[in-house]
C-alpha cells in the first residue's frame, strides 16, 4: 500500500487530532480543501485510516482498576485460540486482546472497578473456559499511550 509524503503527514495530524477541521489539515499539510478532503476519503476507502474515536478518563466511567491478564492455554489449535480470542473480544471488561509468543498466549488488557470486579471476571470468565490453563495478573499503576504510529517508510 503506497503512501505518499503528504498521505503520511495527514495521517500524523489525523492520529494527534481526529477532530481537527478540513480547512485547517489542508492548511497544515498544504492542500486545498477539496483535495485534503478527496485524499482522507481515499485513506478511508483503502482502509489506511481505519476510525476516530475519543479518549476518555477511566475514572470518569468507574474504572478503578486496569490490569495486564496473561492466559496460558491449554492447548495451542487454531479451535482453542479462536475461541479464547472471540470470548475475550466479548468482554466488556477487556480493552485490548495480544495474541503473543512465549510463555503465554493472550495478554489481555483489562478495565475493572476494582479487585473484586478482577476477581470476579478472572474466576468466572476466563478460569472457567476450557481453552485456558492458566492465568497470570499484574495490575497496571500507570497507563499512557502514544497517540501516533511511527512513520518508518519517512524520506
Same mark, same amino acid.
Given at each position: 500500500m503506497e503512501l505518499d509524503r503528504i498521505d503520511?503527514?495527514?495521517?500524523a495530524r489525523l492520529q494527534?487530532?481526529?477532530? %481537527?477541521?478540513?480547512l485547517e489539515l489542508a492548511n497544515e499539510?498544504? /492542500?486545498? &480543501?477539496?483535495?485534503?478532503? @478527496? $485524499?482522507? !476519503?481515499? /485513506? $478511508?476507502?483503502?482502509?489506511?485510516l481505519l476510525d476516530t474515536h475519543a479518549t476518555v478518563e477511566p475514572?470518569?466511567? !468507574?474504572? !478503578? %482498576?486496569?490490569? #495486564?491478564?496473561?492466559?496460558?492455554?491449554e492447548r495451542h489449535s487454531r479451535k482453542y485460540v =479462536?475461541?479464547? +480470542?472471540? +470470548?475475550?473480544?466479548? #468482554? =466488556?471488561?477487556?480493552?485490548?486482546v495480544f @495474541?503473543?509468543?512465549? &510463555?503465554?498466549?493472550? %495478554?489481555? +488488557?483489562m478495565a475493572v472497578r476494582d479487585t473484586e +470486579? #478482577? $476477581? =470476579?471476571?478472572t474466576m468466572d470468565q476466563l478460569t472457567t473456559r476450557a481453552e485456558v490453563s492458566q492465568l497470570e495478573t499484574a495490575l497496571v499503576y500507570e497507563h499512557d499511550r502514544k497517540p501516533v504510529l &511511527? =512513520?518508518? /517508510? !519517512?524520506e
Open positions: 503520511r503527514q495527514i495521517l494527534n487530532n481526529a477532530q %481537527i477541521s478540513n499539510v498544504g /492542500l486545498a &480543501p477539496s483535495t485534503c478532503l @478527496h $485524499r482522507v !476519503g481515499k /485513506l $478511508r476507502e483503502r482502509g489506511v475514572e470518569a466511567l !468507574g474504572i !478503578g %482498576i486496569q490490569a #495486564l491478564v496473561s492466559v496460558r492455554l =479462536d475461541s479464547f +480470542h472471540r +470470548h475475550a473480544l466479548s #468482554l =466488556d471488561e477487556v480493552l485490548a @495474541h503473543v509468543t512465549g &510463555p503465554q498466549d493472550f %495478554i489481555l +488488557h +470486579h #478482577l $476477581r =470476579d471476571v &511511527p =512513520d518508518f /517508510l !519517512g
